[in-house]
């Protein structure tokens, strides 16, 4: 009763709006919450959404959009009832003409797997020629926009079925059939290979959740790099700016990759030297600070921001330099003390 009220307070739309779509959609709002979410980004419960997420969501919901109607085998949870009617009736053994072109229900999980595998590098080449390149936010946006429009689509398809046609997840039934299988083979083999069954997909999931848990052992290591933006809007390692003006600012995207294996908190200070080299040694006769950052980094993921450099010092081939550090930087950073360094040589002229 308290679930038949609380279901009635809920809009029209989302009474009528099916179980396993609307499961659906709570997976794709679930996984951008645990992969953007500053604290839960941090937890296995990020791994476990993801998978779902990339591996079966969106071919699942292309599929829903694609066949709204049942399997001809009879995949929702009347199946049975009906199946006893037919008998009844004398039309055991007769397809029904309304769903010849439907699939069961193994056939709409497989499909669902396939798919989502084929769907996912798609979406990630369209993004690659994107401005929004391949990173974490664009990705869980596409395909999570592209799950709900088929989740949308396949809704409304359904809804335009008769009753008696329409797909529905057949919980109950399956729930039987896979206890009756498991727990009531016909044979001493049907029991051995469904052990075998039950071992080996344990095998497959601890494999894959340990390979996600657990934290590499190889190199760990920082990238730190400085871009620039073309034409097109691409960010490159090329035509940077070298010659400025004392008071006018030009821009550098300045960038930095985690692959240490764990969050870590970066600084960056950003320095203007006039140096001597000699015998294969730098001096650093005179500097300006020009600024400092603070970025926390996600493991394994990549951030990079514009710094406009504005210059006081003139000079010809003074060294723009960005130390990288992590934690915080020292009372007088320097190249040898960085983490990281990365520079550039420009020409600062009076006007």
Not at 220 to 238: K, M
């Amino acid at each position: 009763m308290a679930d038949g009220t609380l279901r009635l307070m809920l809009p029209r739309f989302l009474r009528r709006f099916p179980a396993d779509l609307a499961v659906t959609v709570l997976l794709v709002v679930a996984t951008a919450i645990a992969a953007l979410a500053p604290v839960i980004s941090e937890t296995p419960l990020r791994i476990a959404l993801g998978l779902a997420f990339v591996l079966f969501a969106p071919g699942y919901a292309f599929v829903a959009a694609l066949f709204p109607e049942r399997g001809p085998t009879g995949d929702e949870a009347g199946s049975e009832s009906a199946a006893s009617h037919d008998s009844n009736a004398g039309m055991a053994g007769r397809a029904d003409p309304r769903r010849e072109g439907s699939i069961d229900g193994i056939e709409r999980v497989a499909l669902s797997f396939g798919l989502s595998i084929a769907l996912t590098p798609l979406i990630g080449l369209v993004l690659n020629f994107t401005p929004f390149g391949i990173r974490l936010v664009p990705i869980v946006l596409s395909i999570g926009g592209f799950t709900l429009v088929a989740c949308a689509v396949a809704a409304v398809r359904r809804r335009e079925l008769p009753a008696e046609d329409r797909f529905r997840v057949p919980y109950r039934a399956w729930m039987r059939t896979t206890r009756v299988e498991l727990f009531e083979p016909d044979t001493r083999m049907d029991a051995v290979l469904n052990v075998v069954l039950v071992v080996s997909l344990l095998l497959a999931i601890s494999s894959v959740g340990y390979a996600a848990l657990v934290p590499r052992t190889g190199e760990s290591f920082s990238e730190f790099y400085l871009l620039t933006e073309n034409e097109s809007g691409a960010l490159v390692a090329d035509d940077y700016p070298r010659n400025f003006t004392v008071g006018q600012s030009q821009p550098v995207i300045v960038g930095i990759g985690n692959h240490e294996h764990e969050r870590v908190e970066y600084s960056v200070v950003a320095e203007l030297q006039r140096v001597s080299i000699r015998n294969n040694s730098t001096t650093v006769r005179e500097r300006q600070e020009l600024d400092r950052f603070s970025r926390t980094v996600p493991a394994n993921e990549s951030v990079d921001w514009t710094h406009n450099v504005t210059p006081t010092m003139t000079g010809e081939r003074l060294r723009l330099i960005y130390l990288l550090y992590r934690g915080s930087p020292p009372s007088e950073p320097t190249a040898e003390n960085a983490y990281r360094e990365t520079h550039l040589w420009v020409n600062v002229s009076s006007q």
